[in-house]
């Protein structure tokens, strides 16, 4: 079946350094699956930090930026220099594309990240 | 705002019980969503609904049941609660269409001892 995969567990950046989350995708019932990223913070719900819906493409929110990397089946999540307040935690998600009658979301088990001062 | 509440937020319930997770959302949108998170894992769908009236099997609907009375709101019912199904559940709505982004709410933590 479809699945992905991030970085687990935690991830513990100092400020202002820079940041990678890892996410790979294995889309066996999807030819070109639309990815995002979606980020928890405490006490909220999940809320989409971005998107990207075509191969090659690049999304951005917020500083942070995610490529649609095909060959490598790949979504990796960067940030130039983290924040306190980037403390969260991060899900990498997948869904088939139109006209499947499938509005399903495939969800990654989701990366905290902690931003030291 | 486009809101989903979810209630209540917390729950502590006994083995064999019932348990009624209720969500409700304001976006007018016609697709809900059930899911449960466990450490270790992503969010798995239990059950979804494409309107009122409809609800449709997710990837781990044993259990489960939902129902959904409105457009506004999607309940998840446990008739008899065993402890395996502890855990945080999170409802969502959508747009009907494949891309469209999830609009989640906060979660609710139950614990079944």
């Known amino acids: 079946g479809d699945s992905v995969t991030q970085t687990e567990g935690q991830v513990t950046v100092s400020e202002s350094k820079s940041l990678i989350i890892n996410c790979t995708y294995s889309a066996t019932s999807i030819a070109y699956p639309n990815l995002f990223w979606y980020v928890r913070y405490p006490g909220e719900g999940l809320q989409l930090l971005l998107k990207?819906?075509?191969?090659?493409q690049k999304g951005s929110s917020r500083g942070f930026e995610a490529t649609y990397n095909k060959e490598t089946t790949s979504f990796h999540l960067q940030k130039a220099s983290v924040q306190e307040s980037d403390s969260a935690v991060y899900y990498c998600a997948l869904s088939p594309l139109v006209n499947t009658g499938n509005y399903k979301y495939v969800f990654g088990a989701g990366t905290r990240l902690k931003v030291i001062a | 705002e486009a809101a989903v509440t979810q209630s209540p937020r917390n729950k502590v319930a006994v083995t064999g019980g019932k348990v009624t997770l209720s969500c409700n959302q304001t976006?007018?949108?016609?697709?809900m969503y059930w899911y449960r998170q466990d450490t270790g894992h992503g969010l798995r769908l239990i059950h979804y609904?494409?309107?009122?009236?409809?609800?449709e099997k997710g990837d781990i609907p044993d259990g489960y049941k939902a129902s959904r009375p409105s457009q506004e709101n999607f309940s998840l019912i446990l008739e008899l609660a065993t402890p395996s199904q502890t855990s945080v559940y999170f409802c969502a709505s959508g747009e009907n269409w494949n891309y469209a982004e999830q609009f989640f709410g906060p979660g609710t933590r139950l614990t079944v001892l």
């Open positions: 990207v819906i075509t191969a090659g």
């Open positions: 609904s494409y309107g009122a009236g409809s609800t």
């Open positions: 976006n007018n949108h016609n697709n």
